[in-house]
């Protein structure tokens, strides 16, 4: 059904950059780390969001804009201060049916229901880092007591789907009609796919190609690594692709690198910035957060998260 390549044999090989960027040490309540990299190519320019760990224990959302790779530790960033509570884990795309950038990220804010819950922001003009809009809540209906993190949408012609994990190798899945997003209601959530998976699940359509590719990180010999499923469409089934320790989409056994040794928490650079999340299999790249073994190894909310760029090998 697929040429013979990676797609098809589940064997992926990457070259890996040096870091990119880093946190931000300055200032009265330094940064820790910059982690969980969505961004689009728009207009001449690299958009990058991240979540951003601050040495207070504090967890924001900053942005830049860059032209090259080359630029992107030195090109301003700008800390969205959406909400003075808990927020991160952003995803970025354009929304053709209302004609906005949207933000979806997850927030926790005791005055809703449930407290922890997707929400988003937007923007009409992504040139303008302070023009985000305050965060509003994704679903009417979220469930009452929902186990979830890490939530990614994309669409297909007819429904926005709203992809999410809880941990315990499980990837779930709800949608509503296009006339209905954002904060609208909302189908049951459902199982997508159960396997030895952790957290941050993202979903993409193949460019060309019928299938749809997730990718989700996963934890084995004490480090983190990507897995990949394919499906034919957005409700599944969803089939193993490239999905063990020794057979990874993205981990330390094809990602040789002298800086880290755990692929974490990333974005797939995409060919289209709009809300079916195209990537082309013939060229792909990866922004992820990366740290060695020694800074892995230290308390959860003291690693320094860099970001670097895995570009696939032919």
């Known amino acids: 059904m697929y040429p013979d390549d990676s797609f098809t044999t589940g064997r992926f090989s990457w070259q890996v950059s040096a870091p990119l960027l880093g946190p931000e040490r300055g200032g009265a309540d330094p940064q820790v780390a910059v982690k969980d990299p ?101 679903m009417a209906n979220p469930p009452a007591k929902p186990k979830w993190l890490d939530f990614w949408v994309i669409c297909d012609t007819t429904h926005a789907h709203l992809f999410w994990t809880s941990l315990d190798g499980k990837l779930w899945r709800a949608q509503t009609e296009h006339q209905h997003f954002p904060g609208g209601v909302w189908s049951a959530p459902t199982l997508a796919l159960q396997a030895d998976i952790f957290e941050a699940s993202h979903t993409y359509k193949l460019k060309g190609r019928s299938p749809y590719l997730t990718i989700v990180e996963a934890q084995g010999k004490g480090r983190r690594y990507f897995k990949a499923y394919l499906a034919d469409t957005l409700t599944g089934p969803w089939k193993p692709l490239a999905d063990s320790w020794e057979k990874p989409f993205a981990g330390l056994t094809n990602c040789p690198s002298p800086w880290t040794t755990n692929i974490s928490h990333g974005e797939l650079l995409r060919s289209r910035n709009d809300e079916t999340l195209e990537i082309d299999p013939q060229n792909l790249q990866f922004l992820f957060q990366g740290a060695s073994d020694t800074e892995y190894r230290t308390a959860y909310g003291k690693i320094p998260w860099k970001l670097g760029l895995l570009t696939v090998k032919p």
Do not use: E, M
């Open 38 to 138: 969505t961004l689009v190519f728009d207009q001449g320019f690299w958009n990058l969001y991240a979540t951003v760990r601050f040495a207070s224990g504090r967890v924001d959302i900053v942005g830049s804009r860059f032209k090259t790779w080359a630029d992107a530790a030195t090109a301003p960033r700008h800390v969205l201060a959406l909400h003075d509570k808990y927020y991160c884990a952003p995803q970025l795309f354009f929304y053709t049916p209302q004609k906005r950038w949207f933000l979806i990220y997850q927030l926790a804010d005791d005055s809703r229901t449930p407290p922890f819950q997707p929400c988003y922001s937007t923007t009409t003009d992504l040139s303008d880092l302070k023009s985000w809009s305050k965060p509003q809540p994704l």
